[in-house]
């Protein structure tokens, strides 16, 4: 007995697929207020006053267990989705998790296992090798093309009788185009009917690029199209963790049966219903406007400078600038902003407050090309 707890931990078997994992790196952080974070895709604004009081009513109820699938919200939500021609889908049709990554994990168990395939782009967002390594499947990258863009009928034509789904990010994080409307009937019209498609639309309320795909519109068509969404970015919410799939009720409901129980906090959930009231999505979406006036402002700042920068679509920039990432955000940090690099093939940059951004073209002049 004695000798059983001196075991060393390593002697614990962990899945190859899990130990092989690359870890999901956040945004960098600081307490040093001098420093403007623009290293993680949130908002700099604080919630609405409305918004507030509903969390602090809601935390006095938290002895409970929350809504078991957050129906109301799914309700609510599915009030506003047509997908398939007939109506509004109601809740059937919503699946409500721990933000969209949560339900994107989701979607990937109830479709792909040990020897399946999933494709994506890459780069895009750096959960998918994670979320696809859980379940055993293996990830399939397809390169973006040269303006940073997915590269849809390379994608098509990596389908094989392996492939469960295909992940499709728009707009694309961290370089930020968006998929455009055609391009992607086009893609699902020549995917196989049994291999799920996933349109990641976790910025869909910053895309103002008029030939964007239509996610709902592709649903009607499409039966074997998912959509994710999220209240983190545009709504504000990131740290409430609260997003949701859009699918045909016969998909949605293998989705939720895969769920954590009572995953969504009654807090999230009540948050949730309080952005989706009119004068408060009136509102959010107004500061949606700002945030998409300033990244205009930043993006004619740098280009005036000589900086190239993909369309960009989402609350956020994308500089290519390969080895010189770590270096660049580095240097950065000592003009006072943390911005987020991809080792070896550039940095994302959050588009923040009006002073954070003036404060990041400024550094951006000052960089030598």
């Not at 849809?152 to 990596?158: E, R």
């Not at 910025?203 to 499409?222: I, N, P, S, T």
């Not at 930043?298 to 369309?311: E, H, L, M, Q, R």
Request: aromatic fraction near 6%; proline fraction near 5%; hydrophobic fraction near 45%.
């Amino acid at each position: 007995m004695a000798n059983s707890l001196h075991q060393p931990a390593e002697s614990v078997r962990v899945r190859d697929c899990i130990a092989a994992l690359p870890r999901y790196v956040a945004g960098a952080g600081s307490e040093d207020d001098r420093l403007f974070k623009l290293s993680s895709n949130e908002t700099a604004f604080s919630p609405l006053p409305s918004v507030q009081q509903v969390i602090t009513d809601a935390a006095s109820s938290v002895n409970r267990y929350p809504n078991l699938t957050a129906a109301q919200v799914a309700q609510r939500l599915g009030e506003r989705f047509d997908v398939d021609g007939s109506g509004p889908v109601g809740a059937e049709g919503i699946v409500v998790s721990t933000g969209s990554v949560a339900v994107l994990q989701q979607v990937l168990s109830a479709v792909a296992g040990d020897g399946d395939e999933v494709i994506f782009a890459w780069r895009s967002f750096e959960a998918y090798p994670i979320t696809v390594g859980v379940t055993g499947a293996e990830a399939v990258t397809v390169p973006l093309t040269s303006d940073a863009r997915h590269d849809l009928p390379a994608m098509a034509a990596a389908v094989t009788d392996r492939t469960r789904a295909v992940i499709v990010c728009s707009p694309n994080n961290p370089t930020g185009p968006a998929v455009h409307h055609a391009e992607m009937r086009e893609f699902l019209a020549d995917v196989p009917h049994d291999v799920l498609v996933i349109l990641d639309e976790a910025y869909v309320e910053f895309v103002r690029d008029q030939e964007v795909a239509d996610g709902e519109e592709l649903l009607r068509e499409f039966p074997n199209l998912v959509l994710l969404r999220t209240f983190s970015k545009a709504y504000g919410l990131a740290g409430l963790r609260i997003g949701y799939a859009v699918a045909r009720p016969e998909i949605a409901g293998p989705l939720r049966t895969v769920s954590t129980p009572f995953g969504v906090s009654s807090i999230g959930q009540a948050a949730a219903l309080a952005s989706l009231e009119k004068d408060a999505e009136s509102q959010l979406l107004e500061r949606v406007e700002q945030v998409v006036a300033e990244r205009d402002r930043v993006v004619t700042a740098i280009k005036a400078a000589g900086w190239k920068v993909p369309d960009a679509q989402g609350n956020f920039i994308w500089l290519d600038l390969g080895e010189r990432a770590l270096e660049f955000s580095r240097a950065a940090q000592q003009a006072g902003i943390m911005v987020r690099p991809f080792a070896g093939d550039g940095v994302r940059v959050t588009i923040g407050e009006p002073e954070a951004n003036s404060v990041f073209i400024d550094f951006l002049k000052s960089v030598n090309l």
